[in-house]
Each structure stands twice: as C-alpha cells, then as structure tokens.
C-alpha cells in the first residue's frame, strides 16, 4: 500500500519521440543510495541522477520487450533525448515552490 504518491513529469523527447515520466524528487530511499555511490565522472554523475528520477519509459528492443532503465542502456540514447532527460531531471529537482 503506498501512503503518498510522488508527483510526476510526463515528457516527450526531442529525438526519438519516446514518452518517459520522472519524479518530480527522489523517491523515498532512492537519495541515500544515489548518495552513496562513488562516481567521480561528472557526465556519470548528471546520468545516475536522471535514472533515479526516471519512473518509466517506453523504450523496447527489437522484440517489443521493455528496456531496463540502467546507465548502460541511458548511455545508448540520442545525445539529444539523454540530454533532454538530464536537464529535466535537474530542473525537476531544483524548483523552488511558490505559494500564492
């Protein structure tokens, strides 16, 4: 049973016109464990953060089968839509909330 239900962003890349959805924050648990990895490579860096952030997305292989959401396989997407991904991903996680 979940308690709360974390908002999401439904996005449609720039390249190859896949829909993928992101959190609009870390997943409870999920900021300790990006926290704790050891990456030195800033590009990895941006990369880990964005695959946090990724609910879903519909990517699938020459079979139809759903492709896993890992940095092996982000690292296979256009520059345009893994950039895309990465700055939406930031953007998602650094706005500031506004009251009326």
Known sequence: MTLFKIETIDLVL????AKVKL???FPYGE?????????DNEVDQKI????T???????TDDKNNAIDINIVNFKKLENK???YII??????????????
């Open 14 to 17: 720039p390249y190859s016109k």
């Open 53 to 59: 952030l990724i609910e879903s997305w519909d990517f």
């Open 87 to 100: 700055a939406e991903a930031n953007k998602a996680i650094t706005e500031k909330k506004t009251s009326k």
């Open 31 to 39: 900021i300790l464990k990006y926290r704790e990895k050891k990456i």
């Open 48 to 51: 880990e953060l964005a695959i």
């Open 81 to 83: 839509d893994a950039n």
């Open 23 to 25: 959190y609009k924050k």
